[in-house]
């Protein structure tokens, strides 16, 4: 996980009241004159408010709806199918007779905890296209003050609302569906606390969905200055199948997609131990030795053996990381790293086990001082170097179809901060490479034939810096780690003295170098797709990975392009390495939006070269980010895919039509994928140059905004010269087969 991760809420507690009841909306009037809440659009993973969106008038009274309003809450909680989802520490009074609007109750809410939300989600969803508005009153209290967000979506949210609520009076808040980007269906409504404390109580009444009638969009003329080419005499490069990687994904979709790689990463496999099959859940849920199910035969039958063999089931190549932090948890019994019986009151426990706390004082002051023996005991290679000889004498080595990715851990650089109960010292360079070279030889001891992959920082400060360094005062202009290892960045003298020990004792012990990268910029990388402007800025954000004239907009403020830099590292230090990002995402998966950043990533990985890639946190199989991959690998169910060696291909706008070539290697077919990432139909003339024979049939696949249910076939078609025209809806993907 980044550096940026660490600042999102913790994973979410769901609790399950299914409670049902009925009572009309009452007409009655507010004993004081209600205020229109003013609200702004903000993406919840920014802290800094849009401008203000205009709200629904009341003044003049809507024509009469077809539908009744659709009543959400009751005073025995949830109603019409709806349920209490909330997460964090929510006090829900359902029955409160402090402050009512109307009627003799109302939901008296209260955010105990910071990421908090109180959430209605139902496990069917609505069809809510006779309803254009969600209206509720909200009163907060004496004061007032309490900022709150309105987040909505069918599993997908597309943007959050947020109201700071007045004092003294209640509020008629009314939110247009369509400005939550609510279409068709709806399964959630979440009132969602965006600070990191608690908030006093506000009042809840009268939350309905308002029946109306969705405007009918005006139709789009396509835009037809555009030009697409593809020369097929400028140089080629092959693409690496390893780029299409997932961590984590479900057998189900790695099957249909002959997923090529899979990862088992992420911050609980820093302190993995495989003989108990346990691991310790770090800063992510309150430093926790958490046990795997027990099936009796340890090690034999652990989740780990359970990841590989799905990967053997499906044919996926096994990414496996493994830990050097020097720790792994020292029993099946649960147990955390900051007691509150042995380390006093904390700002937060787990509810479900509430002696673990969250290592901070109820002040905010991070604790020191805590036994790492409390959930751990101390580990060498040696410990690594067992269970690759288990893994191989079950699976075989690498070669031999076992276990062929061995990553030396996760995000190092981040060690102080998501195991700071265990490794509080700040990661130096010194310590990265002897951890690094100690276990890598124990890899390659046990397997040879194995591919090891290094050192997995977490994003972009740690390609310059250690995490040593980002405490020095003065930080980045003294940064004494960096100065005291000839003033080169991290990654680079990483390189160089890997390359200094294959040197020195003849054994290449990196093969990889692996990074991770998510977007900076605010609501990029984020389950909501935002407005018009973060969905604009999602796709021209994935410029960060290749462009040198793109200054990245975020805190980054400089160019990135990362896949050129670290190859010319690459080059400058250690010939020969490969390129690895084991960790990305650009968010919005449950979107369109999401699925045309995902299609083009991919296409900028083959293009410019990376090795191997694999998504964090993928796609489920139903939503828009997994048809990104689809249409790569198998577009249409039969194995339909894009090539296999990359060619040169321009576009006259890339921002907003991008295009990618690749030749397939079982027919000799010319492959395109082309990404309208307007919001607008696009129409293109494809110029096809310095191709020794005509091509004479053209078969088109298309996945789009207008059908995101599937990736349609569309008709042959004859080709009759070297350049086409093409129509490219709006929001699409378009592979594009020439023979």
Known sequence: MTLL?????????????????????????????????????????????????????????????????????????????????????????????????SGTDALALTFEQGWSGFKLGRNDPVDVSAYTVLRFWVHGGERGGQRVQLQA????????????????????????????????????????????????VFHLDEAALIPGIQPTPAPLVPVADLLLSVDGAAPRRPISPLIYGMNYADEALAQELNLPVRRWGGNATTRYNWRLDVANRA???????????????????????????????????????????????????????????????????DPWSPDCGDGFTPDGEKLSGNDP?????????????????????????????????????????????????????????????????????????????????????????????SALDTVTPGFPAQAHDRLAHGDLPLLQWYLAEMRREEEQNGTRL??????????????????????????????RSTRSLWDPAYADESWIGEPVYLIPRLRQWIDQQYPGTKLALTEYSWGAHCHINGALAQADLLGIFGRDGLDLATLWAPPQPDQPGAFAFRIYLNADGQGAK???????????????????????????????????KSEQDL?????????????????????????????????????????????????????????
């Open 642 to 676: 894009f090539g296999q060696t990359s060619l040169s291909a321009a576009s006259s706008d890339p921002d907003r039509l991008t295009i990618y070539a690749a030749e397939r290697a079982s027919d000799g077919a010319l492959t395109l994928m082309v990404i309208n």
């Open 153 to 200: 979506g069918d599993g997908c949210v597309s943007t959050s609302l947020e109201v700071t609520l007045k004092g003294g009076a209640w509020q008629l808040v009314e939110l247009p569906l369509l400005d939550l980007g609510v279409k068709r269906q709806i399964d959630f409504i979440s009132w969602f606390n965006p600070t990191d404390q608690g908030q006093p």
């Open 283 to 349: 800063a992510d849920w309150y430093f926790e030795n958490i046990p795997e199910s027990d099936p009796g035969t340890l090690p034999d039958g652990s989740s780990a053996d359970r990841f590989i063999e799905q990967d053997r089931r499906s044919g996926t190549q096994t990414l496996l990381t493994i830990p050097i932090i020097g720790w792994t948890p020292k029993s099946r019994e649960k147990s955390c790293g900051f007691s509150i019986q042995k380390y006093g009151p904390q700002r937060s426990f």
């Open 510 to 539: 990196l093969d990889y170098l692996d990074v991770h990268f998510y977007p900076q910029a605010d609501g990029v990388f984020s389950a909501f797709t935002g407005d018009a402007s973060a969905r604009t800025l999602r796709l």
């Open 5 to 101: 991760r660490l600042h999102l809420p913790r994973a979410l507690l769901v609790f399950l009241l299914i409670l049902s009841a009925c009572r009309p909306l009452a007409p009655t009037m507010p004993t004081s004159a209600p205020t229109v809440a003013t609200l702004t659009a903000n993406p919840a993973a920014s802290p800094t408010p849009a401008q203000p969106v205009p709200v629904t008038s009341t003044e003049a009274p809507p024509a009469t709806p077809s539908a009744p309003p659709l009543l959400l809450i009751g005073s025995v909680g949830p109603l019409q199918g709806w349920q209490d989802w909330s997460w964090g520490e929510v006090d829900r009074n359902f029955k409160s007779a402090d402050l009512v609007y």
């Open 373 to 465: 023996k409390d959930t751990s005991l101390a580990i060498t290679p040696a410990f690594v170097q067992g269970w690759i000889d288990y893994l191989t004498a079950k699976y075989g080595t690498a070669e031999q179809g076992g276990v062929a990715f061995y990553a030396l851990d996760n995000e190092p650089m981040l060690w102080p901060y998501t195991h700071r109960d265990v490794h509080p010292e700040m990661t130096s360079y010194d310590e990265l490479l002897q951890r690094s070279i100690a276990y890598a030889r124990a890899v390659k001891a046990s397997d040879p034939t194995a591919q090891v992959l290094g050192p997995a920082v977490w994003g972009w400060t740690a390609f310059f810096y």
């Open 683 to 739: 129409a293109g003339d494809l110029q096809l140059r310095n191709f020794a024979h005509p091509f004479a049939g053209l078969q088109a696949f298309r996945y789009s905004a207008a059908q995101p249910e599937a990736i349609l076939s569309l008709p042959p078609e004859a080709i009759r010269d070297s350049t086409l025209r093409q129509i490219f809806p709006a929001s699409s993907i378009t592979l594009l087969v020439l023979q």
